[in-house]
């Protein structure tokens, strides 16, 4: 099998608009956990997305909540949902081409990993944290915005996809009423799980879902139970 290389990380430099003074942290941002469980030597982006992600609600709530003085808090938070969801991001990343430069593991990027939607979301995030740490919030939030004003111009974005957040909404009408996610399944190798997702309302269960990575599972569980409940 020939081994497809990675892209220079220098040319997605280039493409954001914005070279890191420390380089580390996007060699970091782009190392998938495959690569790193090679004995690379290196730290996957794992712990960044976790950072990334924090950065990124953030930045959009702090626009959002800026821009839209008249909605309310549950408006914002489904827009939020929209613009930061794993589709959405996937959308960014494939705009500057993450996949190209994202270092998989032997065999991972032939299966599909730099393609895989969850993979590129989860990057995209993990890239935000790396211009957090490397410039500052300032830098962070001009390369968010850089995307953010650009979808909020598409009116398809105001017809929320957030299923869990249309199903919170439903249920708090009955305040004695509890909604939980539970993972129930979970199956494949590290780089390419397959979680399964079961959301329960008090005790029973109302929808199973399943995806890529837990987040999906969730939106996919919470459809199921609002088409079950005829909505």
Do not use: W
């Not at 892209?7 to 997605?12: H, V």
């Amino acid at each position: 099998m020939t081994e497809i290389k990675s892209l220079d990380p220098s040319y997605l430099e280039d493409t954001i608009g914005y070279h890191f003074k420390n380089n580390k942290y996007l060699l970091t941002a782009l190392t998938h956990s495959s690569y790193a469980n090679e004995g690379k030597h290196l730290q996957s982006n794992e712990r960044l997305e976790f950072l990334g992600d924090a950065v990124l609600s953030i930045v959009v709530s702090e626009h959002l909540y800026a821009k839209f003085r008249s909605k309310q808090e549950g408006d914002l938070t489904k827009l939020r949902s929209s613009l930061v969801c794993e589709s959405t991001l996937c959308g960014f990343a494939r705009k500057i081409r993450l996949g190209d430069y994202i270092m998989f593991g032997r065999g991972e990027r032939h299966s599909g990993g730099d393609k895989r939607p969850s993979i590129l979301a989860d990057a995209f995030e993990a890239l935000i944290a790396a211009i957090f740490l490397d410039g500052g919030m300032e830098k962070a939030r001009e390369f968010v915005m850089g995307f953010i004003l650009e979808e909020l111009e598409h009116p398809n974005l105001y017809r929320s996809k957030d299923y869990k957040t249309m199903l919170q909404e439903i249920i708090q009408q009955n305040a004695e009423e509890r909604l939980s996610y539970v993972l129930v399944g979970e199956s494949g190798p590290d780089h390419n799980k397959h979680f399964l997702v079961e959301v329960h309302l008090n005790s029973n269960v109302i929808g199973k879902g399943g995806g890529r990575s837990k987040k999906e599972a969730e939106q996919n569980a919470a459809k199921e139970a609002l088409e079950l409940m005829g909505y």
